[in-house]
């Protein structure tokens, strides 16, 4: 009779962790759903700097411009021809998101007006130049 009682202490004694993991569970979920996410250019470009130029927090589709001319989005390089599929799928994923230019100081004017033209034509107005604060 003894060891039938050993038997129920031990099982009334054990933790139920169902309750605990679920608390992790909507936990880790919540974490996923409240991130933001930075996308970056994938590359560093030396950007000009300009007194007026101001921070700007709002998460934003980043466009580098490179001194050679290569554009590049979500860290690959694209044509130029490109930059509006590119975009136009990067704004799908975030409406409210404005698109920035990483233009490089020696990077070509002809290449930047090509690729706002590009953007506006994948339906964002909500365009900045990237550039560092002046002295």
Same mark, same amino acid.
């Given at each position: 009779m003894r060891k %039938?009682? !050993?038997?129920l202490d031990s099982e009334e004694s054990a933790i139920d962790m169902t309750p605990m993991l679920d608390i992790v569970f909507i936990?880790?979920?919540f974490f996923i759903v409240t991130t933001s996410f930075v996308k970056e250019s994938g590359v560093t470009v030396s950007r000009p700097s300009a007194q *007026?130029? !101001?921070?700007?927090?709002?998460? $934003?589709? #980043?466009v580098a411009?490179?001194? $050679?001319g290569e554009i590049w989005i979500d860290k690959r390089a694209v044509d130029?021809?490109?930059v509006r599929a590119n975009i136009e799928k990067l704004k799908a994923e975030s409406p409210e998101s404005g698109v920035v230019i990483q233009a490089d *100081?020696?990077?070509r004017t002809g290449?930047?007006? %090509?690729? #706002?033209d590009q953007i506006r034509l994948a339906g964002v107005t909500n365009i900045s130049i990237a550039a560092d604060p002046g002295v």
């Open positions: %039938q009682h !050993a038997s936990m880790l979920i *007026t130029a !101001a921070e700007d927090k709002k998460g $934003n589709i #980043m411009i490179k001194p $050679n130029v021809r490109s *100081t020696d990077a290449i930047l007006v %090509q690729v #706002m």
